[in-house]
């Protein structure tokens, strides 16, 4: 029987969904997109409005599909712990049931490499790995409940597959959290310091590379194959500093890039105070502060990833480099340049 070429985008009107969205439909796929809300118009889509969490507004848009890509899920800066539980963790048994009484073939979740993060260095964890007992935030939290449903659905038997990809620090045209983000706060002048030596390797992986591991995941999901029931972790494979990666986003923009070092501990223990100082005011006043312990330890650890399972089980290699990557995403973001 051939394949059933039809999709469905959860979280299509995202920013690695739109993305997803685009290199579907050049690969011959139709595509429907589900989400919330809807950002842009495309002729070639067919477009389904709604909560992942309802039962009624998914269905429709998972009847008669074969291969569904969950990328959706509240911003990970939200910290809203109600919020990520009811979406990540409710919302996707929802998927699972709606993708198994649809019949569905296939299921592509978009997982996070932070399952497996505490906060503490990482230098090229593989999928082995064991998830996070302390993650570092209630997103993170979510993540790996929601990693473990998607998993633990796959049931060969009953033709229902499912596989998990693990992104790390996406960036590209129209990303929404790391560019836009960097560049607010050094408008703001919180971009002068270098949190520790400024020598922690991280993965910062162009958003092209990342739906090309979603679609070979689902090319992949064969009855039999190995990559059933199993997580990727989906990288650039060139593990760059933290803080150069900033410096060139920054510089390639005008702006000038951090050159003051700061103690990594004496820095996370007073993001950590004043968190909790947040946190006692949010009777009488909300302040969000840019610089979390959650951030802190982004910013001044190790983190940085292994591919080498999707290298052996799906032939996976980065389609772009990192420096092409950088060049194409500061071309779109030329409107954030400091005039
Ligand atoms: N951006 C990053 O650096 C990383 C992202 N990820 C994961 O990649 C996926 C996509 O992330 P982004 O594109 O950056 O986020 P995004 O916020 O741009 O896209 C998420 C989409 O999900 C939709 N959505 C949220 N709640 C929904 C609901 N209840 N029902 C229907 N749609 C809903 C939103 O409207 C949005 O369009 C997420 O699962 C995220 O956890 C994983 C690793 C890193
Ligand atoms: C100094 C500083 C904190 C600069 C701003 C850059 C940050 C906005 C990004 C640096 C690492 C990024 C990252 C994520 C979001 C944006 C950053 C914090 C995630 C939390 C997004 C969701 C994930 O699944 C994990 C990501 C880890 C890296």
Known sequence: MAENQTCTVIGGCGFLGRHMVDQLLKRGYKVNVFDIRQTFQNDKVSFFTGDLCSQQDLFPAVSGVGVVFHCASPPAASNNRE??????????????AMCKKAGVQKLVLTSSAS???????????????????????????????????????????????T???RPHGIFGPRDQQMLPVTVEMAKAG???????????????????NVVHGHVLAAEHLQNGSVVCGKAYNITNDEPIYFWTFLSRLLQGL??????????????????????II???LKLFIEIKPSFTPMRVALAG????????????????????????????TLESFQHLKNK
Request: aromatic share 16%; proline share 4%.
């Open 190 to 208: 919180k971009m002068k310091f270098i949190i520790g030596d400024g020598k922690n390797l991280v993965d910062f992986t162009y958003v092209e």
């Open 83 to 96: 919020l990520f539980y009811r979406v990540n963790y409710i919302g996707t048994q929802n998927v699972i």
């Open 115 to 161: 399952v497996v993060y505490e906060g503490t260095d990482i230098q090229n964890g593989n999928e082995d790995l064991p998830y996070a007992k302390k993650p570092i935030d209630y997103y993170t939290q979510t993540k790996i409940l929601q990693e473990k449903l998607v998993l633990d659905a796959n049931d060969s038997e009953h033709g229902f597959l």
């Open 278 to 280: 947040c946190f006692l």
């Open 301 to 328: 650890t190790h983190h940085f990833y292994s591919c080498e399972r999707a290298k052996k089980d799906m032939a996976y290699k980065p389609v772009v480099s990192l420096d092409r990557a950088i060049e194409i």
């Open 163 to 165: 596989a998990a990809i």
């Open 254 to 275: 005008n702006y000038q890039a951090p050159t003051i070092h700061l103690p990594y501990y004496l820095i996370y223990y007073i993001a950590l105070f004043v968190q």
